[in-house]
């Protein structure tokens, strides 16, 4: 009986000792496989926004974000009106769950975002403050949230969308109204003060290619960067559309000259919004360009991170703001990944970077 105890045992012990070898093989496999991984051997950051809701009550959603994606970046839980609702209280709740979420699965944040004309509370807007109000409560908000955040969030998109559509100028906005022209060197060097370490960028929408508007962003940070400004990087937004994507060579030239001045270059909130219904052809034509714009990336060294703005089309922007508009991300309504999903596993695959 001993005997018997002993062979059944210890042929339980090896098959006990294959399974977890072969599980060990799977699992590796399986985390091979993803685009974290793949932009990991790159050193380099692939991601995605994320929303609260869907991360406190919808598992898979939080599953694959955790698998897929080394950097995070809140899409709308850090904004003015989010962390700042009334004028002596500040309220972290939301955009510490998200920040909480990256640290346990190690992932990178971005900042997103501290100056931007939109998601401002009635408070402030309709508060006739002064100018030197304004400019004490923008200074204290900068204080307090990047502060905060330090060593946690890498990189902010300290102002956002501060050139105006046709790209002549400044935007007329609360801030540039109330502040002056100059609120943008100002809000750098609170943030500097706030995270000495962090990487401070101007984000901006339509300015990827070549342009008035990608002229005026260049000429905006060259300017800040001639003055001695603590200013890291551009942030492209990069929301497309399937009909008309942004030339992939005048892309590059644009890349190139905003590296030339030292800056790093950071996709923040791409996807590719396309005329609803879908269909296999649309899919396909989505998927060349998110091949061909994180190729793009991937050649200039100085394009360190790609974001796209969301990650599942159950959970995004485009039909609520742009109607008839839709599936502008990598994995579909019920989570299957798309050919987009493919593409980008290609560009990291066969990416050149050392
Ligand atoms: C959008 C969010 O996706 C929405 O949930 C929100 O209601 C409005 O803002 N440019 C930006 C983002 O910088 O903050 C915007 O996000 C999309 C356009």
């Known amino acids: 009986m001993t005997k018997s105890f002993i062979l059944g045992s210890t042929a339980l012990w090896l098959l006990g000792i294959m399974l977890i070898a072969g599980n060990t093989v799977a699992l590796e496999a399986k985390a091979i496989a993803t685009l974290r991984s793949k932009a990991q051997v790159l050193k380099f950051s692939v991601g995605t926004a994320v929303r609260l809701e869907p991360l406190m009550n919808d598992a898979t959603y939080a599953e694959i974000l955790g698998r897929e994606f080394n950097v995070l970046t809140a899409e709308d839980a850090m904004k003015f009106s989010a962390t700042h ?27 997103h975002t501290l100056v931007w004309e939109r ?25 307090t949230v990047v502060g905060r955040y330090r060593g946690r969030v890498f990189a902010w998109d300290v102002i956002n969308e501060a050139i105006d559509v046709e790209g002549v100028g400044l935007r007329q906005t609360f801030w540039s109204k109330m502040l002056g022209s100059d609120y943008i060197a100002q809000t750098l060097t609170w943030a500097r003060d706030a995270d000495p370490h962090a990487k401070l960028f101007y984000n901006d929408y339509g300015g990827e290619a070549l342009g008035a508007k990608s002229d005026a962003i260049y000429d905006l940070l060259k300017s800040l960067k001639e003055r001695g400004l603590p200013i890291s990087g551009i942030g492209l937004q990069s929301h497309f559309v399937l009909e008309t994507p942004p030339k992939m060579s005048d892309v590059a030239t644009n890349m190139k000259r905003l590296a030339a001045l030292g800056l790093e270059i950071q996709i923040t909130e791409f996807d590719v919004r396309m005329a609803m219904p879908v269909t296999d052809k649309k899919l396909r034509d989505q998927a060349q360009i998110y091949l061909d714009y994180l190729s793009t990336c991937l050649s200039i060294a100085n394009c360190t991170a790609f974001l796209s703005w969301g990650f599942t089309d159950k ?14 991300l990598p994995f579909d309504e019920g989570y299957r990944p798309k050919p987009a999903y493919r593409a980008m596993a290609q560009a990291l695959n066969n990416s050149g970077r050392p």
């Open 85 to 111: 609702p009334t004028r002596d209280r500040f309220d972290f709740t939301d955009a510490d769950k998200i920040v909480n979420f990256a640290t346990t699965h190690g992932m990178k944040v971005r900042g």
């Open 119 to 143: 998601r401002l509370p009635r408070w402030l807007v309709e508060g006739s403050f002064s100018k030197i109000q304004v400019s004490a409560i923008l200074k204290h908000h900068i204080q």
């Open 315 to 328: 959970y995004s922007w485009v039909p609520d703001f742009l109607t008839g508009r839709g599936a502008a």
